[in-house]
């Protein structure tokens, strides 16, 4: 088992920087990859970033390419997603999940554990 536990979300203004934290524990040595998931209201789960726990091999959606930055210490088992610029269509609940080897694509259904969620509000 691994348990995520995210943390950083908020209400911020059009254009503010948010950071948000994951922090694993468990059997994390059974991670291959950790990604950021986004669910906005009536909206499907999608992927906005993601990064290879070892290697730092990254994956960004288009929609936050550039302004969203993913990184991992790997010493503390956390990691970040910093978003920058952020618009209102990024508010959302964000949720941290991991991917372990073997398992391939970016879908939820390809990701086996979760966190809890945390709410981006982001004001006009």
């Known amino acids: 088992q691994v348990q995520l536990v995210e943390s950083g979300g908020g209400l911020v203004q059009a254009g503010d920087p948010l950071r948000l934290s994951c922090a694993a524990s468990?059997?994390?040595?059974?991670?291959?990859?950790m990604g950021w998931f986004r669910q906005a209201p009536g909206k499907e789960r999608e992927l906005v970033a993601s990064?290879?726990?070892?290697?730092?091999?990254?994956y960004y959606a288009d929609s936050v390419k550039g302004r969203f930055t993913i990184s991992r210490d790997n010493a503390k088992n956390t990691v970040y997603l910093q978003m920058n610029s952020l618009k209102p269509e990024d508010t959302a609940v964000y949720y941290c999940?991991?991917?372990?080897?073997?398992?391939?694509?970016?879908?939820?259904?390809?990701?086996?554990?979760w966190g809890q969620g945390t709410q981006v509000t982001v004001s006009s």
């Open positions: 468990g059997r994390t040595f059974s991670i291959y990859v």
């Open positions: 999940a991991t991917r372990p080897t073997g398992q391939v694509g970016r879908r939820p259904t390809d990701f086996n554990y």
């Open positions: 990064i290879t726990w070892s290697g730092g091999t990254t």
